[in-house]
């Protein structure tokens, strides 16, 4: 069946990406199978990470169904189109219906894509990891896919205001080999490999990126242990 919204979905995002200069650089889009199911696990640091995380894909022809809160699926703009883009809903207090509707979509060949850490980081280092991807693709024979983002942070993340201005910004993709989750590894180990392979993708996305802060006010989006003043991981604890 054709996309009838996904691929023109993709296509306003990529013009919108021209119009701001975005300086998008991906590497790793091979890892990404040109066939059949795999869960796509990324980093979280923005609120338009999945639209990225599914850049990484399109070089293989492939499209992404991700996962996401409920409430997205309800907005009067975006629920249409996530809906239209065969992505899936979920519920928190019922999270078993889109955990299904996932591993069928996995079974049928489908990449879905998953943020594990659940929230936004506004440290910008990695949370820990739900073992929710590691299950889905131990119970569909599936591989896990691990990829890191990197920039997206700085054009609209929590706490912040957007920033769709002309302003060059790098945004690094970084793309992991598939991993396996075999059935009979303990989801936790396998989780805890996966969060492994992120953390090195990230930290390689980090040290390509192209620009550094321009002032003393503009290290917010550099991580507390890279010199920035982004929030600790217990500040943001605190402060929640």
Do not use: C
Request: positive net charge; glycine residues 10%; without cysteine.
């Amino acid at each position: 069946m054709a996309e009838l919204v996904y691929r023109p979905v993709i296509g306003a995002a990529l013009t919108l990406f021209k119009a701001l200069d975005l300086k998008i650089d991906t590497q790793g889009s091979e890892n990404i199978p040109r066939t059949g199911g795999a869960v796509l696990v990324s980093n979280h640091i923005s609120y338009l990470d999945f639209i990225f995380s599914g850049l990484g894909a399109l070089p293989q022809k492939r499209l992404v169904r991700f996962m996401a809160k409920d409430s997205v699926f309800r907005h009067k703009i975006s629920g249409p189109l996530m809906r239209g883009m065969k992505h899936i809903p979920v519920d928190r207090k019922r999270g078993e219906a889109a955990y299904a509707h996932a591993l069928d979509s996995l079974r049928s060949g489908e990449i879905i894509g998953v943020f594990p850490e659940a929230t936004i980081s506004e440290s910008f280092t990695l949370k820990s990891f739900k073992s929710g991807a590691a299950r889905m693709a131990q119970e569909a024979g599936v591989p896990l896919i691990p990829m890191a983002l990197w920039g997206t942070q700085r054009i609209w993340t929590k706490g912040r205001p957007r920033n769709f201005g002309r302003n060059h910004i790098p945004v690094t993709i970084r793309v992991g080999k598939p991993m396996d989750a075999p059935t009979d590894e303990y989801a936790g180990a396998i989780t805890r490999r996966l969060r492994g392979h992120v953390q090195e993708l990230l930290e390689a996305a980090q040290r390509a990126y192209p620009v550094r802060p321009k002032n003393a006010e503009d290290t917010w989006w550099v991580p507390a242990h890279l010199g920035g003043t982004a929030p600790t991981p217990a500040q943001v604890r605190e402060a929640g």
